[in-house]
């Protein structure tokens, strides 16, 4: 069964020949996760040096003059192609330094080969990477990573990092269910404005996960002048938006250039409300429930993604439970739940959602300890949304065959 990694492998035609589409959209998502090459520039860096007209005069260099004269009207784009990073063979001494402590839930072995892997496919290898930006923030609950890439046209890919392997990133994703924006959502709309600041071009936006959600938040919180440049948004299982927000006008103006990519049995991308506008592609996956969020399990036939023409009834159930839960419950009710839950998940001393996985029974004490200290409304509200996510996690869809 194909997936994502035999793309990068065997799609070798040029974009001019086979234009950006959802897969390649998928692609950009999952090398934002890292880890990320200390050759790609900062943003802050590049806004350092020409951020402002007055920042490029003083930069002129009179021995240069045609191409500093070049820079006055427009800003250089200081990427690095990806064909120019194949030969780091050590990636943890060359990625930057932010990112060295900010861990994913993908192997480092298998983002490593998959960034090799489309550095000597023709097709990615002359893709420019740039404007890194990277922040967390643990008093705020706040995880944000992107990047842009720039394709031979001179299209900007604007790629947002999804939840990482922290506590703190898992927390920021839950409160989204209760408060509107997050401070990762402000910043991605910040980020893409001041990229598109720097640079012309058209735009496209991706991300997976919350990534995915950061994209279409980013593409309704930006200036018209920047909206008008955006030609596509992907949201990669993404999580929605509060009912409000996704009967706005600002949804209404961009909700067109939008494609929702989801598993199958998709959870993570049914929290939260998702227009019918939308336009949908539901991918089959190698394996089920949870798991299927990871975009590496996604199958693919040949250059396009191996769709099914719906969810499955897990999906759609988990879908209609847990977005009627989080309607007929106050903010405050919801927040406290979810501070109730990162309390539990907390008490072993652990901050990464894998090292709890890891460590099983052995902090199960010190977790049942945390969860009995609870009041009786919080334990019933943590249940109730667990009860909900394993029912959906752990059903059997014998519809669609897995091999």
Same mark, same amino acid.
């Given at each position: ?6 793309y990068?492998q065997?799609?070798?035609?040029e974009f001019t020949?086979?234009p950006?589409n959802?897969?390649?959209?998928? @692609?950009?998502?999952?090398?934002? +996760?890292?880890?990320?090459?200390q ?8 806004e350092q ?5 007055? =920042?490029?005069? =003083?930069a002129?260099d009179?021995?240069h003059?045609?191409?500093? /004269? ?8 200081e990427?690095v ?11 943890d001494?060359?990625i930057?330094?932010l990112?060295r402590n900010e861990?994913?839930f993908?192997?480092e072995? @298998?983002?490593?080969k998959f +960034? ?6 023709p =097709? ?5 990477a740039s ?6 923030? /643990?008093?705020r609950a ?5 990047l842009? +890439?720039?394709?031979?046209d001179?299209t900007?890919v ?8 922290t506590l703190?990133?898992?927390r920021e994703?839950l409160?989204?269910?209760y408060s509107y924006?997050?401070?990762?959502? %402000? ?5 893409l404005e001041r ?5 012309n071009?058209?735009?496209i936006l991706t ?6 959600n ?8 930006v200036? *018209?002048r920047?909206q008008?440049r955006i030609?596509r948004i992907?949201s990669?299982?993404?999580p929605?938006?509060p ?5 706005s006008?600002? +949804?209404a103006?961009?909700?067109? %250039?939008v494609?929702? @990519? ?6 993570i ?14 991918? %089959? ?5 949870l ?6 399990t ?6 396009h993604?191996?769709t099914?023409p ?7 159930q988990?879908?209609e439970?847990?977005n009627?839960?989080l309607?007929t419950? *106050? ?5 406290r739940?979810?501070?109730?839950l990162?309390?539990?998940l907390?008490?072993s001393?652990?901050?990464k959602?894998s ?9 199960l004490?010190?977790m ?9 409304e ?9 009860r ?5 996690a752990l059903a059997?869809?014998p *519809?669609? *065959?897995?091999?």
């Amino acid at each position: 069964m194909a997936t994502i990694t035999d793309y990068v492998q065997l799609e070798t035609r040029e974009f001019t020949v086979y234009p950006f589409n959802e897969a390649d959209a998928l @692609v950009y998502a999952l090398l934002s +996760y890292g880890p990320i090459p200390q050759e790609i520039p900062l943003l802050a860096h590049i806004e350092q040096q020409y951020g402002t007209l007055g =920042r490029r005069i =003083r930069a002129f260099d009179w021995q240069h003059p045609i191409q500093s /004269t070049r820079v006055l009207r427009e800003v250089p784009y200081e990427g690095v192609r990806l064909r120019d990073l194949e030969h780091y063979q050590e990636f943890d001494k060359s990625i930057h330094e932010l990112d060295r402590n900010e861990p994913t839930f993908v192997s480092e072995d @298998v983002t490593e080969k998959f +960034y090799k892997d489309t550095a000597l496919n023709p =097709r990615f290898a002359v893709t420019q990477a740039s404007a890194v930006e990277m922040k967390f923030q /643990t008093e705020r609950a706040a995880q944000f990573a992107a990047l842009t +890439y720039r394709l031979p046209d001179g299209t900007l890919v604007v790629t947002y990092r999804g939840t990482d392997d922290t506590l703190v990133g898992w927390r920021e994703d839950l409160d989204m269910s209760y408060s509107y924006p997050v401070p990762a959502q %402000r910043m991605a709309a910040d980020y893409l404005e001041r990229v598109a600041k720097l640079w012309n071009g058209p735009i496209i936006l991706t991300g997976h996960s919350k990534g995915g959600n950061l994209a279409v938040y980013a593409a309704m919180n930006v200036s *018209e002048r920047t909206q008008n440049r955006i030609e596509r948004i992907f949201s990669l299982d993404g999580p929605g938006f509060p009912p409000t927000v996704a009967a706005s006008r600002e +949804y209404a103006a961009i909700v067109d %250039r939008v494609t929702k @990519v989801m598993p199958d049995s998709s959870i993570i991308g049914q929290l939260l409300i998702t227009p019918q506008r939308e336009h949908r592609i539901i991918v %089959r996956s190698n394996v089920t429930g949870l798991m299927q969020h990871s975009g590496f399990t996604w199958l693919m036939l040949g250059d396009h993604f191996d769709t099914v023409p719906s969810l499955t009834p897990s999906s759609k159930q988990f879908y209609e439970q847990i977005n009627t839960w989080l309607q007929t419950h *106050e903010p405050a009710h919801i927040e406290r739940g979810v501070d109730a839950l990162f309390q539990v998940l907390g008490a072993s001393g652990n901050t990464k959602p894998s090292q709890i996985t890891s460590a099983g029974f052995t902090i199960l004490p010190d977790m049942l300890t945390q969860f009995a200290g609870l009041d009786s409304e919080d334990r019933r509200t943590i249940m109730q949304v667990m009860r909900l996510i394993a029912g959906a996690a752990l059903a059997k869809n014998p *519809e669609i *065959e897995r091999s």
